[in-house]
């Protein structure tokens, strides 16, 4: 599932702050936040968290991620960070990651580029594709955003058929003025999934918030 058009994330470090609303009633939602790259995002307290240990063997499993911050959380009673790269997820999971780009990234990044992260979204992209085990690409949302402070980026909602399977996958992406830092948050799960579970995963995207230094 990892396309991954854009190469060479340099690492750093960041700081993971969950924190959850608290009050008379039930919390209604986890916020998560990257206090160092002035970003967080928001999920439903009931969705739970991939353990970090856990992720980060995902991702060295599947090629590695030099992100400064990556995490995640699933909807449901039994998260598996093997739903990150699967086509079959039930519930939704969501996956953020947060990380510099070396000068050759951020002279190539483009919006089609932000678009294909993972799967390949843009016309070029899709037919220069020489896998056949995707089909049936359907797009659902493609929007520009420029949420301010010179962050621009897009959101991208998009169906892939995978074994017989269909997923929808929500996807938004941002970097900063001078391209230097990439900002991603993608949820996804099986197409009835997304559907059923549309009004709360609309909250977790639009929650998506990037503040510039």
Not at 23 to 36: E, F, K
Not at 103 to 122: A, G, H, I, R
Not at 128 to 140: A, D, H, R, T, V
């Amino acid at each position: 599932m990892a396309h991954r058009v854009i190469k060479g994330l340099v690492g750093g470090c960041a700081v993971l702050l969950g924190v959850a609303v608290t009050g008379c009633a039930a919390p209604q939602y986890t916020y998560v936040a990257n206090s160092s790259a002035n970003t967080y995002f928001k999920v439903p307290h009931e969705w739970h968290q991939i353990s970090a240990s856990a992720l980060d063997h995902e991702l060295n499993q599947s090629g590695g991620s030099n992100s400064s911050w990556t995490v995640a959380y699933e909807a449901g009673s039994s998260p598996n960070v093997k739903d990150l790269f699967s086509f079959d997820a039930t519930q939704p999971f969501v996956f953020a990651e947060v990380g510099d780009l070396n000068s050759t990234s951020s002279q190539e990044l483009s919006y089609d580029s932000l678009k294909d992260l993972f799967l390949p979204v843009s016309s070029q992209a899709r037919q220069q594709e020489s896998s056949s085990q995707l089909s049936g690409f359907k797009s659902l949302r493609d929007q520009t955003l420029t949420p301010g402070q010179g962050v621009h980026g897009v959101r991208e909602t998009f169906d892939y058929t995978d074994g017989g399977v269909t997923d929808t996958f929500d996807e938004v992406a941002l970097t900063n003025s001078d391209q230097t830092v990439l900002y991603v948050l993608f949820v996804h799960c099986t197409s009835t999934c997304y559907q059923n579970d549309q009004t709360e995963i609309n909250d977790v995207m639009s929650s998506f918030t990037v503040r510039s230094p």
